[in-house]
């Protein structure tokens, strides 16, 4: 059976998974497929999981709230940065293989431009934060030990007015993903409890 994916039609209703029905190319065959797949799923809320563990990690170590734990603190940070970069990378090539389905019609289509452009500048500061904070610990110098298993090795000569520099630009990358991550929540907030439409429930359900 050939499906034609650009011909579909939302099954949404808040709390229910959010299907959409997909028309066969001779239009008397239909089959409800999900808007992003259970990986993608899964794979989104792991890495909201470690945003959501690295940010006040990355707060308390900038402001010196660690005390005697600050050692600890700054290697589980690194050690979840490292892991990040695994996880976005697998998650990147996820979605350009798997894209998901298009946002619903009744959408404007410049809230569905600038969703894009969150969501793609997301991936963007998400995937060199962690390798600004590596060159920068690497430049320091200082070594990276994930989770008291390995060590990364060093992709940058020590340098430390450049590994000041690049903790300053590491600092002001996590700025920017707060600030979009903010916006991406208030968004799926709005579309949830003022839209009331299948924006959230996508990426629950599917």
């Keep these: 059976m050939m499906l034609d994916r650009p ?4 099954l949404a209703a808040t709390g229910k998974p959010v299907l959409t029905l997909v028309t066969g190319k001779n239009g008397s065959e239909q089959t409800a497929i999900p808007a992003y797949t259970m990986a993608a799923r899964v794979l989104h ?12 990690l990355g707060v308390m170590i900038a402001n010196g709230w660690g005390g005697s734990q600050k050692d600890l603190l700054y290697d589980l940070h690194r050690s979840l940065g490292a892991v990040l970069i695994l996880i976005l990378v697998l998650r990147l090539f996820y979605r350009l293989a798997n894209p998901p389905l298009p946002l619903p019609n009744d959408i404007p289509a410049m809230q ?15 995937i ?16 990276i030990t994930v989770f008291g298993w390995f060590k990364l090795p060093s ?15 590491h600092r002001w990358i996590a700025f920017a993903i707060v600030f979009l991550v903010v ?5 799926v ?4 409890f003022v839209r009331k439409d299948c924006v959230l429930m996508r990426m629950i359900t599917g």
């Design 189 to 192: 907030l709005h579309h949830h």
């Design 7 to 10: 011909h579909h039609q939302s």
């Design 155 to 169: 992709i940058w000569p020590a340098n430390r007015a450049l590994s000041e520099w690049l903790f300053s630009v």
């Design 128 to 143: 060199a934060q962690p390798f600004v904070g590596w060159a920068a610990t690497s430049a320091y110098p200082a070594a």
């Design 112 to 126: 569905q431009r600038a969703a894009n452009m969150t969501h793609w500048s997301l991936y963007a500061l998400l």
């Design 45 to 56: 809320w792991i890495t909201a999981l470690f945003i959501l563990l690295m940010i006040p």
């Design 183 to 187: 916006t991406h929540i208030a968004a």
